[in-house]
């Protein structure tokens, strides 16, 4: 394909996977906007006016950008994981398959629906936060980064979890067993510096706590983690899930016979 | 100049260890309309999946007009237009949508395909259903999104796996006469389909695959020319006589106005006709009893087996 065919098969990927979120945007944008505000007053309001400070900011301060990268998360990777799998289930991925589309190109288009819907996600759920407390970025750049690259690793974990998903039932595993979990522990809710320091060490196996480290540096400036390293670890774990995820696509494994 | 399509060697284990293709060899000509018939679990699908990607083969050769498969899918793939025996579209989606993302999907801008969307689903008597969910069409209607949708990028090669399963008789008349009008106008077609006279109709030429194996590659009237024997059913104007007994032929009397009989290769049906009608029948109409292609595939797949 020339380079301008391969831009019209990208963005029609894109066209189709906007509008497929966007028609149920019930299902898919306003749960998290009803879900984060909730948190937000119990855990920021209610409950956050009794602990006070953490981290040198008022807790509700300290929470909100752990709850908006948690939005992210799940929004990019819910997106890309029923879609890609909702197409190897009604087979419409052939459609993609038999068509001369690059790889890179399918993987781009999937990853792009996923990245958007996390990002519009984040507005919603900033905008909500809004209502709650003072919001300040420290640096827009870091800000920017740490979404892009967020959306885009959870977007690839989306398509690999659904190239060996053979059920919509194991679609629901990962996000329920491995990435809520990892998420309560990433640090949203708490300081690393409460914990032990054994717990303080096995957290840094968490990528979690990069993510969500790196987004309050970017809008607080505090973060447990060093920023330089916590980038570094988000690009490390970007670079292996697109080099995985391409593998899949390449090979056909659980796509072709 | 290079076959529309042409296989050598083509094999395919499956990793239950089923080896659905013994090593198929092909080849079907620019403009052709061919046939692929075999039984169920014969390899027809399988080789349409290799053919199309789908499948990845275990040996072999594939070449798309003149592009080996190994060598550059891509390239292959804008040659061929797939209909596949299974419906795999989305059903939540509205039937322009669904050819709009396979035009994008082939790098044709939105322009172009929004044309070629109003003519195929004209041609198809789509039209009037453009905006309708997927969900919401009949099968027969479902089967002619699935042919629009692999004619939209106008390939030269249309791979059609039983397109006409479950499609009522008016409407897969006018699909053939569609699919003939492509053809006249340059497309080559291979066709699998279980209607036998469907085959017979509409294909010059013809493979049977039988177990993984290409039993035999030929034209339609080459295959029908080693055809034995046929059997008529013959109509009389008259009640027909007791004794109906011709000689020469081997004819039976199945009701009082129906006579079933035996034509051996060589045997002149005319000279049946006179004889009938010295002993007083008046024969007013007459047919197979069963489709010639029919009695050839079974004979084949029955010697094959």
Redesign the interface.
Known sequence: ??P???W??L???M??EI?RYTRIWSQTLLPSAITMSLYFLIFGNLIGSRIGEMGGVSYMEFVVPGLIMMAIVTNSYANVVSSFF??KF???I?????????NHIILLGFVTGGVSRGMLVAVIVTVVASLFVDLHIHSYGVVIAVVAMTSILFSLCGLINAVFANTFDDINIVPTFVLTPLTYLGGVFYSLELLPDFWASVSQANPLVYVVNAFRYGMLGVSDVSVGFAFAMIGAFTLVAYWYAAYLIRT?RRL?? | MSPALEIIGLEKTYANGLQALKGIDLRVENGDFFALLGPNGAGKSTTIGVICSLVNKSAGTVRVKGVDIDENFPAAKRHLGVVPQEFNFNVFEIVEDILIHQAGYYGIPLKTALQRIDLYLEKLGLADKRHTRARMLSGGMKRRLMIARALIHEPSVLILDEPTAGVDIEMRRSMYEFLREINAAGTTIILTTHYLEEAESLCRNIAIINHGKIVTNTSIKNLLRELHREIFILDSREPLPQDLAVDGFTVSRKDDYCIEAQIEQGQDLAELMARLHNKGVSIISMRNRENRLEQMFVSLLEQAS
């Open positions: 394909m020339t301008y065919e391969q019209v098969a963005l029609t990927l066209r189709k509008r909702g197409s009604n087979n419409s052939e459609e993609l398959l038999v068509s001369p589309t690059p056909g072709r016979t």
